[in-house]
């Protein structure tokens, strides 16, 4: 059975921490910023300290996964509590719930042209998708390409997802099955070599 694509961000898989925040840190996404940041999008760390959106095959240290934010709405006049960031409507500081855990894995999907097989387990995977999301449910779109030896890449191969057979993501034979990754260049963890 081919796998459809239709990416969904980096979904938190383990890590040292539990549910249901597992391993989240409080950041601050800069008050005039005017990105959107989706549940599951992978964030940078500008200058002064604030949170972007990643884009397409970054080599920066990522600062983590974005899980949500809250900040005071202008329009709704209260403090909303909210799975993704819509790039405007707040008044004040935003604070932004990220994982960056250097042992967290994650759960995503691989690009419509990319099949990610046994050999490829260990190896370093870009993201892609950067500028995509679902403003209905707040759901990123990234996804991850490229495979390679580069220790500037963001992520690390970990494992396939093969369970439960038959179903979206598991067929490692097909382009876009599910992969499960964790940092490789984050600013929690020193870079290593592959």
Known sequence: ???????????????NGSAPT????????????????????AVLQDANGYIT???DAPTTQLAGVFQGCKYLSTSQKRTVWSNYWP?????????AYVVNDPNARFLVQAGSTTNVTQAGVGASISLA???????????????VETLGTSSTAPFRVISLV?????????????????????????????????
């Open 53 to 55: 959106r990643a884009g």
């Open 1 to 15: 059975m081919a796998n459809t694509f239709a990416p969904f961000g980096f979904r938190q898989y383990s890590g």
């Open 87 to 95: 790039g405007s409507d707040n008044n004040g500081s935003i604070y």
């Open 22 to 41: 597992y391993e989240q840190v409080e950041m601050q996404i800069k008050s005039d910023y005017t990105t959107a940041i989706f549940y599951g999008d």
């Open 162 to 194: 093969t369970d439960p057979p038959g179903s979206n993501g598991t067929d490692t034979a097909s382009n876009a099955n599910y992969v499960i990754v964790g940092f490789l260049n984050v600013s929690t963890k020193t870079l290593v070599t592959i």
């Open 129 to 143: 998708g950067g500028s995509s999301g679902n403003t209905s449910n707040g759901i990123s779109g990234m996804y």
